[in-house]
């Protein structure tokens, strides 16, 4: 180990770029952390902080010119690589904890280090549960080794995983590791998250640099020593925690003053009620309410985790419910699995294409009437003419570009398939919409297809709930937006006042508006 | 710029797909694709020519009594073959057809022999303990997401197990109805009586899977299963459906064990699973390559027997048959596996 200096700086990044292919994601960052600091990275989707984390991980190399020191060592930025990143000191919690559920504590612990063994090769288990001992009260966790890691509350395991990656640091023997939390508490409940992040103060106060990602304000505001904002790949600002608000961020992450990020509730729509929820809940459903009218576009906005993926498919039965009500058409319903939400009426094109719609090996007509077979079977057998001619209707009404429609599905573009996913549900005229994504990995070409064949849908009377990440398709196609988080509806917006930039507002504060 | 902030995915996290058409390597040149289809089935012919001709077999192999003897013997296998694909086509492994039509074949003599029924409620017993067993199999891996592989291979041990203590290792030969022995071993016109049934049945198995909606049905499962589900099609159902209709024609192969070998014992039906699954993987890389379907296990079958007895007349003794089915295994297991991938599906075995 080189001789660290004397000074207080654990972690510098400087002039740090990162290109993919055209995309700048980084464009001379800079990041300055202290020792002994609570230093969050706060920017928005797209601002560079995951790519920053990456580059600091090892796993991503930065461009040339670009320098990492840890400890007073300097990297090029470009030769960083997994090894150097561990023996240089840094030590990384990631959303996903990685940790063995079925295993014991100390068995979770012992696999991040080694197993004591005694001559024969046999584990001491004597050893290894005192060492956890030691471990857990050195962190201060509230378990005990022998405990399964799979019985304690999500925000204890975080903790596990934080001492599992800390447990060889030596702070008094003057080396100083440095541990990032990438986006650790992105998963865990509201009050556990704010337990670690209370636990990560204390650990700071004794010594401990830590620096957290985090797109939640509310993990930011009072918590952080300090902060240094991304935006565009760029270093926006590096301030202390002092005295900063929810505004000044929200200022600093978007690039605009904030001029009032409270809405107005919303009048009650006086049109005819297509939907209306009550209540819901089940999976990451904490009791949401909605009313969606005849012809509406309702637009859901939320972070990852917000629960909006979760009401879509409550919605149409593929996610079973706990409580709540969903009154459609004027009566209370129960969708117990997606065949009755198909015969109510209701449409679902999920997120994942690959995974949940597409039929990749079944050729383009047997994708586009997989859900209206029996009408085909007339006079015992299947009536390939007729599919033939409704299939090739299908292919020209909805734009499908596709020479031949005995071939696979896989044959055709990403946009293509999704237009084919898309006319499966439309021919059939349904009432209600549930898109999750629907233009993801989409060229722009075919996105604008896609939002004419949902525009002719609702047209045609029907009703939409559309999930999109992009605040801006958002923002163009819907008639009102709800904002969710953690579970709930935490706010709504009206056309007019729809905005993209008003939306990443809300889906970064938009509880505390309500308090 | 705040709307750039604002907007969209992580640009390098998720690249936008170009939407250009995929090349045109991935989808083979009609030719291609016809050689692939029809490949076995060629080469079934040219097997055949070859030992019509071939020195060694030339006296022997196109002979009315040859070919009598090879098809009548390949009709259990057949069916076994056919209740073996049915959860295949579902991407379900079925290890139990063999076990089964075991377990049916000594209920169908053990009523004729020990109970003294007549030989029409011994059929039907036969049959309904195949049905039983299959809807058993079904629910466990439909309804109760149990390992096909594992729960199949459970009840077959189970069933080996049974039959060993019901039958003391012996065989049942008392009291079978003369009607059904003559019905497994005597010809009509020419033909072998049991082909006068089992034709029939693969007509209507072919029919079930091609030409109506529980064939889609299959396929969409065997395809995607999550998006069969997500488009509302009763997958658990259909599912369990292929179990009960495998277990009905497992049933009914164990029945013609009775008819052709003339008694019910433990070993008879357990034997015929491997040389079944061999047919039934090498069926799938034919007529519709990458999936097992109805007419390519037909040929499967054949193409192996046809082989096989070529062989054995040519002088391998009874060794030939085993080492013959390993090597179809190997490259069924290939082929098929490339076709699948060609078509963007996955592997099915």
């Known amino acids: 180990m080189t001789q660290a200096r004397t000074s207080e700086a654990a972690l510098s990044v400087r002039h740090l770029s990162k290109n993919f292919a055209a995309v700048r994601a980084l464009r001379d960052a800079d990041l300055a952390v202290n020792r002994g600091e609570l230093h969050a990275l706060a920017g928005g989707n797209g601002s560079g902080k995951s790519t920053m984390v990456k580059i600091l991980a090892g796993v991503e190399h930065g461009e040339p010119g670009g320098e990492i020191e840890v400890n007073g060592e300097v990297m090029a930025a470009e030769h960083m690589t997994a090894s150097h990143s561990r023996r240089l000191g840094l030590h990384f919690v990631h959303q996903d904890p990685g940790l063995f559920l079925h295993l014991s504590v100390a068995d979770n612990l012992a696999l991040g280090q080694h197993y004591e063994t ?91 640099t830590v620096i957290y990602v985090t797109h939640r304000l509310d993990e930011i505001v009072g918590v952080a020593d300090h902060v240094t904002v991304l935006r565009d790949g760029q270093t926006i600002a590096s301030r202390s925690g002092d005295g900063l608000t929810e505004s000044d961020l929200i200022a600093l992450i978007t690039g605009r003053p904030v001029a009032d990020v409270f809405p107005q509730m919303p009048e009650p729509s006086v049109n005819e009620m297509l939907l209306s929820v009550r209540d819901l809940r089940g999976g990451r459903l904490q009791g949401v309410n909605l009313d969606l009218a005849e012809g509406e576009v309702l637009g859901v906005a939320g972070l990852l985790g917000s629960g909006r ?36 009426g209701i449409a679902y ?34 009536s390939a003419k007729q599919e033939r001619t409704d299939a090739d209707k299908l292919i020209t009404l909805f734009g499908i570009k596709a020479d031949d429609a005995t071939l696979p599905l896989s044959s055709l573009s990403g946009g293509n398939q999704q237009k084919v996913v898309l006319a499966r549900w439309l021919k059939d005229r349904p009432d209600l919409l549930l898109l999750d994504e629907p233009t993801q990995g989409v060229d722009v070409g075919a996105r604008a297809d896609i939002y004419a064949m949902i525009r002719d849908a609702v047209a045609q009377g029907a009703s939409v709930l559309l999930v999109a990440a992009d605040h801006e398709e958002l923002a163009r196609v819907s008639d009102r937006v709800i904002v969710m988080r953690r579970g709930r509806v935490v706010a709504e917006i009206n056309r007019p006042d729809i905005t993209a930039d008003r939306l990443t507002e809300l889906t970064l504060v938009g509880e505390e508006q309500k308090r | 710029m705040s709307s750039q902030v604002a907007s969209g995915p992580d640009p390098h996290a998720a690249p936008i797909e170009p939407d250009l058409a995929v090349p045109d390597a991935v989808h083979p040149s009609r030719l291609f694709d016809l050689g692939e289809r029809y490949g076995l089935v060629v080469l079934f012919i040219l097997v055949f020519v070859f030992f019509t001709f071939w020195g060694k077999t030339s006296a022997l192999f196109f002979t009315h009594a040859n070919i009598i003897a090879t098809v009548g013997s390949q009709m259990i296998v057949l069916l076994i073959a056919a209740a073996a694909m049915l959860p295949l086509t579902a991407r379900q492994f079925d290890l139990s057809p063999g076990a089964v039509a ?8 053990a009523t004729m022999a020990n ?19 299959g809807a058993f199999n079904g629910i466990l891996i439909a309804r109760y997401k149990l390992s096909a592989v594992i729960t199949t291979l459970a009840m077959s041990t189970a069933l080996t197990g049974v039959m060993e203590w019901y039958t003391g290792g012996g065989t049942i030969t ?48 065997s395809s995607n299963e999550r998006a069969a589900r997500l488009v509302g099609l009763h997958v658990d159902r259909v599912t369990a459906s292929t179990f009960i209709l495998g277990g009905f024609l497992a049933g009914l192969a164990g029945v013609l064990i009775v008819a052709r070998v003339g008694d019910g014992d433990a070993t008879t039906g357990p034997s015929y699973l491997f040389p079944a699954l061999a047919a039934v993987f090498l069926g799938a890389t034919t007529i519709r390559p990458g999936r097992p379907n109805t007419l390519g296990t037909v040929i499967g079958v054949f193409f192996v027997a046809e082989s096989v007895s070529g062989l054995s007349l040519a002088g391998a003794s009874s060794w030939i ?29």
């Open chain 1, 118 to 208: 005694d001559v024969t090769g046999r584990i001491r288990r004597s050893a290894m549960h005192r060492r956890a001992r030691d471990v857990l009260e050195r962190f201060e966790i509230d378990a005990r080794p022998e405990q399964l890691v799979g019985e304690l509350s999500a925000g204890r395991r975080s903790m596990i995983a934080i001492a599992r990656a800390l447990q060889d640091t030596k702070p008094e023997a003057g080396r100083h590791d440095v541990l990032v939390l990438d986006e650790a508490t992105a998963a865990l409940p509201e009050r556990e998250a704010e337990q670690l992040l209370a636990q990560m103060r204390r650990f700071a106060r004794s010594g401990q």
């Open chain 1, 309 to 344: 993926t979760s009401l879509l498919r409550a919605l149409f039965g593929d996610l079973s419910i706990t409580s709540g009500t969903i009154r459609y058409r004027g009566k209370n319903v129960l969708i117990g699995s997606p065949t009755v939400a198909a015969k109510h």
């Open chain 1, 349 to 382: 094109v999920a997120e994942d294409r690959n995974g949940d719609s597409a039929f990749p090996d079944l050729s383009i007509r047997e994708n586009l009437l997989v859900g209206s077979v029996p009408r085909y079977f007339k006079r015992m057998h299947m």
């Open chain 2, 102 to 109: 075991g377990a049916s074949s000594i209920v169908c003599a």
């Open chain 2, 115 to 133: 109970f003294h029924g007549p030989p029409f409620l011994a059929i039907i017993l036969g049959v309904a303990t195949g049905v039983l067993l």
């Open chain 2, 174 to 221: 008392n009291n079978i109805s003369s009607g059904l022995t003559s019905f497994g071993s005597l010809n009509w016109l020419g033909i072998p009586r049991l082909l006068y049934l089992v034709f029939p049945v693969m007509v209507v198995l072919w029919f079930l899977l091609e030409w109506t909606p529980f064939g889609r049905y299959v396929q969409a499962i």
């Open chain 2, 321 to 349: 048959s085993d080492l013959f089915n390993g090597i179809v295994l190997f490259a069924a297991a290939g082929l098929s596996t490339y076709f699948a991938r060609q078509r963007g599906g996955a592997r099915i075995f």
